[in-house]
Nanobody
Framework: QVQLVESGGGLVQAGGSLRLSCAAS????????TGWFRQAPGKEREFVAV???????????DYAVSVKGRFTISRDNAKNTVYLQMNSLKPEDTAVYYC????????????????????WGQGTQVTVSS
């Protein structure tokens, strides 16, 4: 069983930055694929970014079109933590952000499929003011 705990959310002005963290339990976290999703008020939860494990210490990052070039996903396996660095934030980035994980790898075509992820955090609120 893996538990995920997000932190780092808050209120920021448009154009600002935030870094979200997701701390995970589990001894083999380095072999997990991890992702970030978000849910804005009145909308469905959507894919933001994924850090796909590809064997050994190889990972690949992929992003939703709406955040590509502004957000960066990374991890520190020694700390069992995944990060989402968010720059040039826009009001439309306002949402509850969720960390998710699954053991093993994930093909690109299914990286945004929420059903593939076994574990979820409780979410952290990000609010971007205009």
């Amino acid at each position: 069983q893996v538990q995920l705990v997000e932190s780092g959310g808050g209120l920021v002005q448009a154009g600002g930055s935030l870094r979200l963290s997701c701390a995970a339990s589990g001894r083999t976290f380095s072999r997990y694929t991890t992702g970030w999703f978000r849910q804005a008020p009145g909308k469905e939860r959507e894919f933001v970014a994924v850090h796909r494990w590809s064997g050994g210490i190889t990972y690949y990052a992929d992003y939703a079109v709406s955040v590509k070039g502004r957000f960066t996903i990374s991890r520190d396996n020694a700390k069992n933590t995944v990060y989402l660095q968010m720059n040039s934030l826009k009001p439309e980035d306002t949402a509850v952000y969720y960390c998710a994980a699954l053991p093993g790898s994930l093909i690109t075509q299914t990286m945004s499929d929420q059903r593939k992820y076994n574990y979820w955090g409780q979410g952290t609120q990000v609010t971007v003011s205009s």
